[in-house]
C-alpha cells in the first residue's frame, strides 16, 4: 500500500491502462470471458457518497440515493434521491420539491412497469428515526406525486422491493430483523418472516415471483437467503463467517449479485440461488458494494471508492455465465443441515446438560440455540437454564424438520417463579406452550385457516418453584390436543381441523413470547423434546418417569 | 470577508487600529484574530519528542464492537452480525468492516479500556475533551458545578514555546460540535481565554476543497499587496497613536500575525489540496472526512501543533436530522457497513500511511475517538445506544508504540476488564508527549487527575 504512493508514475500508467481496457470492451472490442476481470466504465466523478442503485425497467436511466455530510440546518435534504441516464449523463435531482419534507430519500426501487418507485423516506428534522414506504409517480422519468404509501401515522415498513407483478411490496422495518409483505394498494400486510437476528435487510423479490432473498444474521452471522412468498422453504443461500448482504436477482433468476466481505473486503459476487458458482466479479482492494442489474442482465451497476468518492460504475457481467448456469443446475441449496428423519420422530432435543457457553446444542437436529441473557445454573450433576422473567430468553434454529404443522409432542421440564404475567416456555409459530399467571399450563395451536387460536388448558395449576413436566400434543389422527402435566394426562380438547397455521421462518425459542418478544419466563427449563408424531398417554406417562429419575438423580 | 477601514471601533466610535485591522471573528466568542494573537504569546516550556497532533473527533460516539473491540464469542444480541479479522499484530482482531486499518495495525496502538461514568452527548464530549466533567451541561439540562476546562487543543496551545507558523496553533478542521440544537462545552479554551480557542476551518465542497471563512477572505478588489501598503500606513498611524493608547504597545505584533494568515502565501497554500497528486486525495478518500485529514497533514506541515478533525457537527445521524455523527441508534449495521467504516478506514489508513512516508509520522500524533461507545446489547431498532462504560481510542505516531493494546474490556464489551482508562488520562498522555508542564498546568488550576500512558511509548 505505501509503494502505491511512492509509484504514481507507474500507478496511473496501470490506470491508464486500465481504463484503455474498459473503453475497449465498451465498444466490443474487449469480451469478458470467464476468468478475466469484468469490463468496467465510471459513471459518475463527484465523489459524493452514493447508494442504493436501481435501474428503470427500460435500461436507460438509473436511479440512487446521495448523502449530503455536513447538513445541519433545517429543511434541507440529507439523503437525496437522483437520476442520471444509464452512461451517467443527465445526472439530476429527482424529488426537489419534496427535499423540506422528506428529508431522507433512500431504497429506491423502480415498478416493473416503469411508473411508480418505491422507496424509504423520511426526517423533516422530527427527532424521528422512523422511516416509511413511500412512493411516487414517475413520467417520462420526473417524478411527482410523493405519498406514503399508507396515509396516517403509523409506519408499514421501510426498504421496499416490488413482486414482479407489480401488484405486491416485501419490505423491512425499522428493527431490521423480520420481513413484511404488503399490496402495492397499502392494504394487507402480513408477515413474511419473524423477527430473527438483528440485521435482515435488502429484500429482493426473483424474476419469477416465487422467492424473496434477503440478507440476515438469524444464524449469527450475515449471509444470504431466500424465502418463498408464502412462508415456506426459507432457504440459506450462502454460509460464510465473512459478510454477504445486498442480494440482487439476475433478471432471468438464475443468479443473485451480492456484497461479500470474504476476500478481505467489500466486493461484488455472484452465486447461484442454491449457493453454487460463486465467484468474485470485482476483485479489488476498494470497498465495492450496492450491485444493481441492468434489465438486460448484461451489467450491473455498483458503487465503488476506488477512485476516491463513492461513486457508481457499470462492469459487463463475464459473458460465460449462461454457459455456466447450464453447467450447474440448481441443487437443493447449501444451508443449515437438516436433520435426518429420526424413526421415533424426535426433532429437536436440548438436554441442558453441557452448562458453559453461549450455545444450547440440539443433540437431535441442527436447531442449536444461542442464549441471549439465560444463565446456566447447576442441577445435580447437570445443568438448566434460569430466566429473568424480563429479557432472558433463547432463540433456536428453524430447520425445515421444525416446520410442524401436523402432529406434534413437546415435552418440556420447567420451575417457575410467581410473576404476573405468562412464562412462555416452547414457542414457535403456529404453537406454543405457556404457564400463565395463574400457573395453569396451557397448550396454543394456530387453527389451520389461520383464524384463532386453539387454547388447551391444563385442569389444575402446577407448583411454584418445584420441577414439572408439561407435555403437549397435537393428534390430528385423533382430532385432539391434550395436555398432560407429570406424566398424566390432564386435560384433552377435539380439534375439528387437522393442521396447524405456522410459517416456517419463525425459529423455535425458550423462555419468552416470540412473534410479540414479550412474556417473559421466570424461573428454569430443563430437558426439551419436539417429536414430528402424537405421543401416545402411555408413551408419556413411559417418558416421563424414565426422564425424572435420570432428572433427579442429576440432583 | 476582511475589514479595512469600513466601520469604528467600539470605543466611543473613533477610528483605531482595531477598526482598521479588523480580520474578523475567529472564534465562536466573536473576538477577532488579532485578539486571539495578543493573548496567545508562545510562552511555555520546552517542546517534548511529539510537534503535532491531530485528534480525529467521532462524534456520536462509534460502536466499538463494530470498530476495535468485536466480541466474537458473545451472544447474537450483543455480538451482531459481523465478524473479527485478524490483523498485523498478534492477538488483535477488528471488525471486518475495517480492512485496511487491520493490515496497518503495526503503527497504531488500541486503548480498549477507555471509559467514565456520562452517558449524555455534551457531557460525554465535556469530558473527552477536557478530562474533567466541570461545567458540561446536557441539552436542556442544568451544568455540572465548576467553569468547563480547556479543551485539549487549548492545553496544547497554551504549551507551544516556539512558534512555528502563520497559522494559530490550535485549529479544528470542521463544523462547531452540537447536538439538540445546544453547543458541545469543551471544544474552546475555557479559562486559558478565547485566545486560545479553536481557529474554526469549516467551509468546504467537494467542488472547491476548503477555504478560510468569509472574514478572512480579501474584499474584491483588494489584493495582498496592496494590503501589505496599507499595513505601513497603518504602522505609522500606530507610531503617531502609540502614546494615546497605550494598552494597544504590543498589538503591531499581532496585528501583523493575522494580516500573516490573510496574505502568507505560505499559510494560505495549507488549504490548497488541489496541489496534492489526485491519487493521493484519492487515498484518503474523496470524502469530507478524508479530504480533512488532508488537511490536517497540510496544517502539521505548516507548523499548527493541533488540529482537530471533526468528523460532523451534529452526533446524531441524519436520520434524525443531524449531519451525519456516529449516534447510531438506529440501522447501525446497515450504516457502519455501507457509510461509516468505509470512510473511516480509508481516511485513517491514508493519513497514517502519509504521515509515514513524509518522515512526520514520529513526531505527529493521530488519534481517533468519541466521546463514549455503543452498549453491548442491540436494541430493538437495530442500533446500539450510548455507553460511556467502556469503549475504544485509537492514537498513533508522535512516539506511540505500533501494534499494542492498552487494556481490555470485559467479554461482553461492557466494562473494563483490565487497566481503565479516564479522557483525562489520555489528555495527559497527549500533554506530556507534547512536553506540556504539569507543574504549571497544576499551578494553574488545571490538572488532570490522571496520569500519562507512558507504557504506550
Redesign the interface.
Known amino acids: ?2 509503494n ?3 509509484c ?1 508514475r507507474s ?2 500508467l496501470k490506470s491508464f491502462v486500465i481504463r484503455a481496457l474498459a473503453v475497449l470492451a465498451c465498444v466490443g472490442l474487449a469480451g469478458a470471458a470467464f476468468g478475466q476481470q469484468p469490463a468496467l466504465v465510471r459513471l459518475s466523478r ?4 452514493r ?1 442504493f442503485l436501481s435501474y428503470s425497467p427500460d435500461g436507460s436511466h438509473l436511479v440512487y440515493s446521495q ?1 449530503h ?4 440546518a ?1 429543511q434541507q435534504v ?2 437525496s434521491l437522483r437520476i442520471m441516464k444509464a452512461d451517467g449523463s443527465d445526472d439530476r435531482p429527482l424529488l426537489a420539491a419534496y427535499d423540506r419534507d422528506v ?2 430519500q433512500q431504497h429506491a426501487v423502480w415498478s416493473p412497469d416503469g411508473k411508480r418507485l418505491a422507496l424509504s423516506g ?8 422512523a ?1 416509511d414506504v413511500f412512493l411516487c409517480d414517475m413520467n417520462n422519468f420526473h417524478a411527482s406525486n410523493l405519498r406514503k404509501l399508507v396515509k396516517g401515522g403509523g409506519v408499514v415498513g421501510e426498504h421496499p422491493g416490488w413482486s414482479p407483478d407489480g401488484k405486491q411490496l416485501v419490505m423491512t422495518n ?4 423480520g420481513l413484511w409483505i404488503i399490496d402495492a394498494d397499502g392494504k394487507n400486510r402480513r408477515s413474511l418472516i419473524q423477527p430473527g ?3 435482515t ?1 435488502f429484500p429482493a423479490w426473483s424474476p419469477d415471483g416465487k422467492r424473496i432473498a434477503f440478507a440476515s ?1 438469524r444464524d ?3 449471509d444470504i437467503y431466500w424465502i418463498r412468498p408464502d412462508g415456506s422453504e426459507l432457504t440459506r443461500v450462502t454460509n460464510h ?3 454477504d ?1 445486498h442480494p440482487r436477482w439476475s433478471p432471468d433468476g438464475q443468479w443473485l449479485a451480492f456484497v461479500s ?1 470474504r476476500d ?3 466486493d461484488i459476487w455472484l452465486c447461484r440461488p442454491d449457493g453454487q458458482g460463486l465467484r468474485n466479479l470485482t476483485a479489488h482492494a476498494a ?1 465495492d ?2 450491485p444493481a442489474w441492468s434489465p438486460d442482465g448484461k451489467h450491473l451497476a455498483f458503487v465503488s ?1 476506488r ?4 461513486d457508481i460504475y457499470r462492469l459487463t457481467v463475464p459473458a460465460d455465465l449462461a454457459a455456466q448456469a447450464a453447467r450447474l443446475p440448481e441443487r437443493r441449496p447449501a444451508g443449515p443441515v437438516t436433520s435426518k428423519k429420526r424413526p421415533d420422530g424426535l426433532v429437536c432435543h436440548f438436554n441442558f446438560d453441557q452448562g458453559v457457553g ?1 450455545k444450547l446444542m440440539d443433540r437431535a437436529g441442527p436447531n442449536h440455540g ?4 439465560a444463565r446456566w445454573v447447576k442441577r445435580g450433576a447437570g445443568h438448566a437454564l434460569s430466566f429473568n422473567g424480563a429479557s432472558d430468553y433463547v ?1 433456536c434454529g428453524l430447520d425445515p424438520a421444525l416446520h410442524l404443522t401436523g402432529p406434534l409432542t413437546i415435552t418440556v421440564w420447567v420451575n417457575l417463579n410467581e410473576k404476573p404475567h405468562n412464562h412462555y416456555v416452547v414457542c414457535k409459530h403456529g404453537w406454543n406452550i405457556y404457564v400463565g399467571p395463574d400457573f395453569v399450563p396451557r397448550f396454543e395451536t394456530r387453527s389451520a385457516a389461520d383464524k384463532e387460536w386453539n387454547t388447551l388448558a391444563a385442569a389444575k395449576p402446577i407448583k411454584s418453584k418445584a420441577w414439572t413436566r408439561i407435555a403437549a400434543v397435537f393428534d390430528p389422527a385423533a382430532k385432539e390436543m391434550r395436555i398432560h402435566v407429570d406424566g398424566t394426562l390432564s386435560a384433552r380438547k377435539p380439534r375439528s381441523d387437522n393442521a396447524i397455521a405456522a410459517v416456517a421462518g419463525y425459529p423455535l425459542e425458550l423462555g419468552r413470547y416470540g412473534p410479540g ?1 414479550s412474556q417473559h419466563l421466570h424461573g428454569m427449563i430443563d430437558e426439551v423434546r419436539i417429536f414430528s408424531r402424537a405421543l401416545s398417554p402411555e408413551m408419556l406417562g413411559n417418558s416421563y418417569e424414565n426422564e425424572r429419575q435420570q432428572l433427579f438423580a442429576k440432583e | 470577508m476582511l475589514s479595512w477601514g469600513e466601520f469604528a471601533g467600539r470605543d466611543c466610535q473613533r477610528l483605531t487600529r482595531r477598526s482598521l485591522l479588523q480580520v474578523g471573528a475567529c472564534s465562536a466568542l466573536g473576538l477577532n484574530w488579532a485578539d486571539w494573537l495578543r493573548a496567545n504569546p508562545y510562552g511555555g516550556q520546552r517542546p517534548g519528542r511529539c510537534r503535532a497532533v491531530i485528534l480525529l473527533w467521532l462524534w456520536g460516539g462509534p460502536s466499538h464492537h463494530e470498530t476495535f473491540d468485536p466480541k466474537p ?5 450483543v455480538r ?4 473479527p ?1 485478524a490483523t498485523r499484530t498478534t492477538g488483535l482482531r477488528v471488525c ?2 475495517l ?2 486499518l487491520a ?2 495495525s503495526d503503527r497504531y496502538a488500541v486503548i480498549r479500556s477507555m471509559r467514565h461514568d456520562q452517558r449524555d452527548h455534551n457531557v460525554a464530549g465535556t469530558i473527552a475533551l477536557t478530562g474533567n466533567v466541570a461545567g458540561a451541561k446536557a441539552s436542556g439540562g442544568i451544568p455540572f458545578p465548576g467553569t468547563v476546562r480547556p479543551s485539549m487543543g487549548s492545553l496544547v496551545s497554551r504549551f507551544q514555546t516556539v512558534r512555528r507558523s502563520d497559522w494559530p496553533p490550535f485549529v479544528t478542521v ?2 462547531v460540535c ?1 447536538v ?1 440544537g445546544e453547543n458541545l462545552r469543551g471544544q474552546t479554551a475555557g479559562v486559558l481565554g478565547p485566545a486560545r480557542d479553536p481557529f474554526r476551518i469549516d467551509d ?1 465542497t ?2 472547491h476543497g476548503f477555504r478560510l471563512p468569509d472574514t478572512f477572505r480579501l474584499a474584491p478588489g483588494l489584493t495582498a499587496e496592496r494590503l501589505a501598503d496599507r499595513r505601513r500606513l497603518v504602522a505609522r498611524l500606530d507610531a503617531v497613536r502609540r502614546g494615546l493608547d497605550a494598552s494597544d504597545q504590543r498589538l503591531d505584533g499581532y496585528y501583523a500575525q493575522a494580516l500573516d494568515l490573510v496574505t502568507s502565501p505560505r499559510a494560505r497554500q495549507a488549504l490548497d489540496l488541489g496541489s496534492e ?14 479530504q480533512a485529514c488532508i488537511l490536517a497533514r497540510r496544517l502539521v506541515q505548516a507548523g499548527v501543533p493541533f488540529i482537530q478533525v471533526n468528523y ?3 452526533a446524531e445521524d ?7 455523527g456516529w449516534d447510531l ?3 447501525l ?2 450504516r457502519m ?3 461509516y467504516c ?2 473511516f ?2 481516511a485513517l ?1 491514508g493519513l497514517l ?2 504521515l ?2 513524509r518522515g512526520l509520522l514520529d513526531s505527529t500524533m493521530v488519534i481517533a475517538m468519541g466521546e463514549f461507545g455503543r452498549s453491548p446489547q ?1 436494541s ?3 442500533g446500539r445506544e450510548h455507553w460511556p462504560g467502556v469503549y475504544s481510542a485509537v492514537l498513533a505516531g508522535g512516539g506511540i508504540r505500533g501494534g499494542q493494546v492498552h487494556g481490555s474490556s470485559d467479554r461482553l464489551g461492557g466494562e473494563p476488564a483490565e487497566r481503565p482508562v479516564h479522557p483525562a488520562g489520555l489528555i495527559a498522555t497527549v500533554l506530556e508527549a507534547m512536553g506540556a508542564n504539569r507543574v504549571q498546568l497544576n499551578e494553574m488550576g488545571l490538572s488532570l487527575e490522571a496520569d500519562a500512558l507512558t507504557g504506550l511509548f
Open positions: 500500500m505505501s502505491s504512493l511512492l504514481c500507478a496511473t463527484s465523489f459524493h457518497p447508494f448523502h455530510a455536513n447538513r445541519r433545517s440529507l439523503m428529508q431522507i423520511g426526517g423533516n428534522d422530527t427527532g424521528n428515526a422511516l425499522i428493527t431490521g430483523s437476528g438483528n440485521y435487510r444474521d449469527g452471522n450475515s463467517p465473512s459478510i448482504s466481505y478481505g473486503n467489500s470497498h458494494a450496492q471508492d477512485d476516491g468518492g463513492f453461549n444461542d442464549l441471549m441473557g432463540t418478544k | 464469542d458473545a451472544v447474537a444480541a451482531g452480525p459481523f465478524r479479522i471486518e468492516l480492512p485496511e493490515r496497518m470542521g463544523p452540537k439538540s468546504y467537494a467542488e497528486t489526485p491519487r493521493l486525495r484519492d487515498r484518503y478518500g474523496r470524502t469530507y472526512f478524508g460532523s457537527g451534529d441524519e436520520q434524525q436530522g443531524g449531519d451525519g441508534h438506529y440501522r449495521f446497515e457497513q455501507d457509510r468505509p470512510i478506514d480509508r489508513t500511511l502519509d509515514q512516508e442491540i430493538s431498532s437495530a
